[in-house]
């Protein structure tokens, strides 16, 4: 289970993103606000969602426990709603103190660009807002970096990659790396997503080792996830008690080899405890990895 299901409602946890999404966005448009080399910033939201999402909230106890933790001042909840909705990264992005000079909002449900265009048109007097109803890869590569509609020496971006699964393809990571100028936010869902994918057994089709390869952008994941021990019928293949710690550390540092930089990983936990995903920086720039450091590690990191 991520925190946004696939009916688009989300877990309470959801909130401990965006708030971390908030807090880094308010600090690297403040940084950026007053750079005069800088001609621009650039918000891309890869899986935006719908905008806003309804609360998944199973019985009275969790909804009172939600209520508590939840700050309503953080605009992260919409208080008009009785905390009903939770308003999701595009909103959190739009409703900046110091707003994006250009804002992407990729998705590849009509229904969810529909809602996302109704709030291009609520926010038409803000700024610059695309929405592209289509496959983030496709929208990155193609529509957005393909297009040379920025210089990347004066301009700056983030890219929050926030997919339910396995749809960010390693190669769209290398282009977004190849600008030196776009920083990325990125959701590793190590939790049931990637697990679920990896059995026991270490047994995969051609199809499925290509996905994965396609999805890590190499085939070492094998060796970090599964250990060859000899047996008396040769090697057994067993998968390691912590795959998913093993994964995010692995999975960190290739992030380190291609953009420069990458932050601890923060792990967001379901409200039974349940590894869900974990989130992590990766650019160019120290003030970025500091900032970023900063407000991840207010959750529990691996470093
Ligand atoms: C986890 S949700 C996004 C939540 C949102 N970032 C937020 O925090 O409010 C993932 C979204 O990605 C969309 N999606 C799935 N595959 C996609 C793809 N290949 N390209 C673009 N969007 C995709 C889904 O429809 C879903 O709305």
Redesign the pocket.
């Known amino acids: 289970m991520?925190?946004?299901k696939t009916d688009?409602t989300?877990g309470p946890w959801?909130k401990e993103?965006?708030k971390i999404l908030e807090s880094y966005l308010d600090a690297y448009t403040k940084v950026l606000l007053n750079q005069g080399w800088c001609a621009g910033t650039i918000f891309i939201?890869?899986?935006?969602?719908?905008g806003r999402?309804p609360l998944r909230i199973s019985d009275k106890n969790e909804r009172r426990s939600t209520q508590l933790l939840f700050d309503v001042s953080s605009g992260v909840y919409d208080d008009k709603d009785e905390l009903t909705y939770v308003n999701?990264?595009?909103r959190v992005a739009l409703g900046l103190k110091h707003t994006f000079d250009h804002y992407f909002f990729?998705?590849?449900?009509s229904d969810?660009a529909i809602e996302l265009q109704k709030l291009k048109e609520k926010y038409s007097s803000h700024k610059n807002i695309n929405v592209l109803q289509?496959?983030?890869?496709e929208?990155i590569k193609g529509g957005i970096l393909g297009k040379g509609l920025f210089n990347w020496k004066s301009f700056r971006g983030i890219a929050?990659l926030?997919?339910?699964g396995m749809?960010l393809r390693w190669d769209t990571l290398e282009a977004l790396a190849s600008t030196e100028a776009i920083e990325i936010i990125i959701?590793l869902p190590v939790g049931t997503t990637l697990q679920r994918l990896l059995p026991k057994s270490g047994q995969f089709s051609e199809t499925k080792r290509q996905q994965l390869d396609e999805y890590f952008g190499s085939p070492d994941w094998y060796d970090v996830i599964y250990e060859k021990t000899p047996g008396l019928f040769g090697d057994e293949i067993n998968k390691s008690e912590n795959s998913g710690k093993r994964l995010a550390l692995w999975y960190r540092s290739r992030l380190k080899e291609l953009f420069g930089l990458s932050s601890p990983a923060s792990l967001i936990r379901n409200s039974r405890g349940g590894h869900l995903y974990y989130l992590i920086w990766a650019g160019h720039h120290p003030k970025g990895l500091e900032i970023a450091s900063h407000v991840l590690s207010q959750g529990e990191v691996i470093k």
């Open positions: 991520t925190s946004y688009g989300v959801a993103k965006l939201d890869a899986f935006a969602g719908a999402a999701g990264s595009p990729i998705e590849q449900n969810r289509d496959d983030a890869n929208a929050f926030d997919p339910f749809q959701n």
